[in-house]
Antibody, heavy 120, light 108 residues
Framework: QVQLVQSGAEVKKPGASVKVSCKAS????????MHWVRQAPGQGLEWMGI????????RYAQKFQGRVTMTRDTSTSTVYMELSSLRSEDTAVYYC?????????????WGQGTLVTVSS | EIVLTQSPGTLSLSPGERATLSCRAS???????LAWYQQKPGQAPRLLIY???SRATGISDRFSGSGSGTDFTLTISRLEPEDFAVYYC?????????FGQGTKLEIK
C-alpha cells in the first residue's frame, strides 16, 4: 500500500533553516509527482511547490521562491523540502503529498505531516 | 495565477440534508483539473473528487462534483454525521496549484 512517512517535529529559531524528509513506499517512486503543502494552525491549506522525482525538476509558489528547495533521492525513494530564513509565520504542519503520474495532480495520498515550530 | 474562492465560509446543516459547496476560479481551470478534499481535525486531507466530477476510490456516491470553466460545485446528497468537516477545492491544471480557503460544514 502507498505510504508517505515524514520526519519528526522540529523546533527552530527565527532565521534558521529546516529540512523535512518524506519517504515513499508501495509504488514506483519516480512515476508520480510530489507536492508540498503546509497548514498554519487553524488556517487553510497552502501549496508550496512540486517536484518531479523522475528528473528532479521543481516548481515553487512565488511566495516561497528563493527560500525553499525541494529535492529527491531516488536511491531511497525520499523527497526533501528545505525552507530557509524561517520566521514565526512559517510555524505550520508541512505535508508531502503524492500527485499525478502524467500531470501534477490530483493529490491522492498524504504524509502524516511534520509540525515545524519557529520560536525564539 | 488562478485564485479559488469558496463559498460559503461556513455552512450549517442537519444530518440528512443536502449540502452544496461552491468554488469559483478567477480564470478558467485547465482541462477540468479541479479536485475536492475533506479534512477533519488533526487529520491530513482526503481526496474526494478529481477532474471536476470523478469520485476517488472508496468515496461514497453521496458525494458528487460538477462544473466547468470557472464555476464548480461539490454536492453531498444526504449528510451523515461523519461528513461534518472542512472542504477544500484545488486546481492542478496550472502553476501554482492553489487551494481555495475552505468551507466549514458544521452541524446545525
Amino acid at each position: 500500500q502507498v505510504q508517505l512517512v515524514q520526519s519528526g517535529a522540529e523546533v527552530k529559531k527565527p532565521g534558521a533553516s529546516v529540512k523535512v524528509s518524506c519517504k515513499a513506499s508501495g509504488y514506483t517512486f519516480t512515476s508520480y509527482y510530489m507536492h508540498w503543502v503546509r497548514q498554519a494552525p487553524g488556517q487553510g491549506l497552502e501549496w508550496m511547490g512540486i517536484v518531479n522525482p523522475r528528473g528532479g525538476t521543481t516548481r515553487y509558489a512565488q511566495k516561497f521562491q528563493g527560500r525553499v528547495t525541494m529535492t529527491r533521492d531516488t536511491s531511497t525513494s525520499t523527497v526533501y523540502m528545505e525552507l530557509s530564513s524561517l520566521r514565526s509565520e512559517d510555524t505550520a504542519v508541512y505535508y508531502c503529498a503524492r500527485g499525478g503520474s502524467s500531470s501534477w495532480g490530483p493529490i491522492d495520498y498524504w504524509g502524516q505531516g511534520t509540525l515545524v515550530t519557529v520560536s525564539s | 495565477e488562478i485564485v479559488l474562492t469558496q463559498s460559503p465560509g461556513t455552512l450549517s446543516l442537519s444530518p440528512g440534508e443536502r449540502a452544496t459547496l461552491s468554488c469559483r476560479a478567477s480564470q478558467s481551470v485547465s482541462s477540468s483539473s479541479l479536485a475536492w478534499y475533506q479534512q477533519k481535525p488533526g487529520q491530513a486531507p482526503r481526496l474526494l473528487i478529481y477532474d471536476t466530477s470523478s469520485r476517488a476510490t472508496g468515496i461514497s456516491d453521496r458525494f458528487s462534483g460538477s462544473g466547468s470553466g470557472t464555476d464548480f460545485t461539490l454536492t453531498i446528497s444526504r449528510l451523515e454525521p461523519e461528513d461534518f468537516a472542512v472542504y477544500y477545492c484545488q486546481q492542478y491544471g496550472s502553476s501554482p496549484a492553489l487551494f481555495g480557503q475552505g468551507t466549514k460544514l458544521e452541524i446545525k
